[in-house]
């Protein structure tokens, strides 16, 4: 199973961005995705969860503002940032089935 994780950049304070991880495999559907972010010199956290069955977790941080989504067709997951602040700078990693990771992408906030 192989994850790779788009869509990160450089984005103002109150900008959006739409974060992509797509798997290879056949175990996609099946299982819970989670993005999880680390910041630097921070330990890595979960920001936000979707289940095999569509039911989704946030971490505080982020409820209201970020919603995550699933295509299983596509193998896809997406988490939709919007309002961003800079405390969001972060490495965000995608994991599949609490046992996969992708290689992360940058989001930076800052203006």
């Known amino acids: 199973v192989q994850l790779q994780a788009s869509g990160g950049g450089l984005v103002q304070p109150g900008g959006s961005l739409r974060l992509s991880c797509a798997a290879s495999?056949?175990?996609?559907?099946?299982?819970?995705v989670g993005w999880y972010r680390q910041a630097p010199g921070k330990q890595r956290e979960l920001v936000a969860l979707?289940?095999?069955?569509?039911?989704?977790n946030y971490a505080d941080s982020v409820k209201g503002r970020f919603t995550i989504s699933r295509d299983n067709a596509k193998n896809t997951v997406y988490l939709q940032m919007n309002s961003l602040k800079p405390e969001d700078t972060a490495v965000y990693y995608c994991?599949?089935?609490?046992?996969?990771w992708g290689q992360g992408t940058l989001v930076t906030v800052s203006a």
């Open positions: 994991n599949l089935g609490f046992r996969y």
């Open positions: 979707i289940t095999s069955e569509r039911g989704t």
């Open positions: 495999g056949r175990i996609f559907s099946g299982n819970a």
